[in-house]
Each structure stands twice: as C-alpha cells, then as structure tokens.
C-alpha cells in the first residue's frame, strides 16, 4: 500500500531536549515536505526537498532542521524545541517534481507538545 | 509569492444540499495547479480535487466538482449533495512551477458542518 509514515503521532516533551520526527515513503517520490498546522493559520512549509541531498527552506524554518540522505526518508529535527513549536506537523511526499499537476500524500500527522 | 485566501472560517449545510467553499488566489506563475484537501477530525488530510491552470474544463471528481474562473483567480469547491460524513475541514491550496513557486500553498481553511 503506498503511504508516507511519520512517527511518533503524538509527543509530549520539554523545552530544550532534541526530538525526531521520521517520515518515510514508499512511492519512490522525489519530492518530499514538512508542514506545521496551527488554527488560523492552515498549512506552513516548514522545509521541503527536491531530491537526495537537496533540502530548501520553506516558510517557517526557524527553529527545524532537516536532511535528506536517502530517497525515502526525510526526518524532521528540533535540536532544541521550545513551546512554540507546539503544533500538528505533517509530512508530503509527491512525484514529478516540475510539473504542478501531482497532489501531495500526507501523512496522518504528528501532534507535538513541547512544555 | 503565491497567496490562497479561504474568506469563509465555517459554513453550515444542511444534508443533502449542495454548498460552495470559496478560494482565491494569487500568482505570478502562468502555470500551476489548484487543490483541495480534506481534513476530518481524525486529522489526516485527503486530497479531492486537481485543477491545472491550462485545463478549459472544470474539474470533477464524483460528488465534488472545481469552479474555476480564471480571470477572477477563483477556485471554489462544490459539494453536491451534502453528507453527514463531508463535515470536516476544507484547504484550498495551490502549486506554481518556478523556484519556490513549487511548493504547495494552503489557504487558512473552512470548517463545514453538515446538519441532519
């Protein structure tokens, strides 16, 4: 079944101790995504990549970081999270990057808290 | 930059009834391509509906259909026939072509209630 995975799907943590959030796919897509979803506010690209190595800054950075060592991975790090970042994240993945015409899969989503 | 604009916080509909969720966009992009994603209070988000920039149809997917007006940059989602099962949250959402155009943009979302 083709799917994009993130785990964990909720965390409660504290201010300051590094947290992951893995997102996987199985669709062989190139393109690959992070929002955060904050009431009010709908979706924000946090940061997205094009391919292997090629990561790229979308608009809510701050404070994330991300890598992209392997097609199918795409790992959401908060090196230190503060209660800010307390928010539904969700990871995307889609094919043919250039063209504008693919809708992105989602994941089912991550609710961090972040105390 | 791209821009989505949802002017419609939440809606209300009563079953079986047909409603229209507002979107407008802004672009520079002269190709791109319009979305719409369901969100159900489960949380995951499923996509809908597609509509490319070039298409001279309107697109329709079964009970939704996309009224596209291009020249208004509108892209409003039709729901025929309401169901209790449609109440959930609606974006709206685009994706360009060039440089960061790329990315898909949502709009702020719209709460719809189905009543019985």
């Known amino acids: 079944e083709a799917q994009v995975t993130q785990n964990p799907r909720y965390l409660i943590t504290v201010t300051g101790k590094k947290l992951t959030v893995t997102c996987s796919q199985n669709?062989?897509?190139?393109?690959m995504s992070w929002y955060r979803q904050d009431p009010g506010l709908g979706l924000r690209q946090i940061y997205y990549s094009m391919n292997v190595e090629v990561t790229d800054k979308g608009d809510v950075p701050e404070g994330y970081k991300v890598s992209r060592k392997e097609k199918r991975n795409f790992p959401l790090i908060l090196e230190s999270p503060s209660p800010n970042q307390t928010s539904l994240y969700f990871c995307?993945?889609?094919?043919?990057?250039?063209?504008?015409?693919?809708?992105?899969?989602f994941g089912d989503g991550t609710r961090l808290s972040i105390l | 930059a791209q821009k989505i604009t949802q002017t419609q916080p939440g809606m209300f509909v009563q079953e079986k009834e047909a409603v229209t969720l507002d979107c407008t966009y802004d672009?520079?992009?002269?190709?791109?391509?319009l979305f719409w994603y369901k969100q159900p209070s489960s949380g995951e988000m499923i996509f809908l509906i597609y509509?490319?920039?070039?298409?001279?149809q309107n697109a329709t997917e079964g009970r939704y259909s996309l009224n596209f007006q291009k020249a208004r940059k509108s892209a409003n989602l039709v729901i025929s026939a309401s169901q209790l099962g449609d109440s959930a949250m609606y974006f709206c959402?685009?994706?360009?072509?060039?440089?960061?155009?790329?990315?898909?943009?949502f709009g702020s979302g719209t709460q719809l209630t189905v009543l019985p």
């Open positions: 959402a685009m994706r360009g072509t060039s440089g960061s155009a790329r990315q898909l943009t």
């Open positions: 509509q490319g920039s070039y298409d001279e």
């Open positions: 669709m062989n897509h190139e393109y």
């Open positions: 995307a993945s889609s094919s043919n990057r250039d063209r504008s015409n693919q809708p992105q899969h």
């Open positions: 672009t520079s992009d002269q190709s791109y391509g």
